[in-house]
Nanobody, 124 residues
């Protein structure tokens, strides 16, 4: 059974940093493209960042230069380092995974497996 477990969410002031993690039970996760999505109350969800098995990454424009996505396949874990956080980054962040896709997509329909989410709250 595939599981994705997010952790590391919390509350931080604007301008602060936070790193959230996604650990998966997919033993062969090195062959999977993984991503982060977020959804705030009353807003549409959006793809934040994605990373392919060859470490190709994609970011939504609003987080470029502030967020860094990485993966440690030995630990079957993906990390999202978030710097210079803004109140508009506040949302539930979800981890997602799919089998290998070289160009990592940022659309939720492209992913098969999802975690339960971790809350990130940024206060002004």
């Amino acid at each position: 059974q595939v599981e994705l477990v997010e952790s590391g969410g919390g509350s931080v002031q604007a301008g602060g940093s936070l790193t959230i993690s996604c650990r998966t039970t997919i033993v062969t996760c090195r062959f999977y493209t993984m991503s982060w999505f977020r959804q705030a109350p009353g807003k549409e969800g959006e793809g934040v960042a994605a990373i392919a098995p060859d470490y190709t990454t994609a970011y939504v424009d609003s987080v470029k230069g502030r967020f860094t996505l990485s993966r440690d396949d030995g630990k079957t874990t993906m990390y999202l380092q978030m710097n210079n956080l803004k109140p508009e980054d506040s949302a539930m962040y979800y981890c997602a995974a799919r089998t290998w896709l070289t160009e990592p997509p940022l659309h939720p329909d492209d992913y098969n497996y999802w975690g339960q989410g971790t809350q990130v709250t940024v206060s002004s």
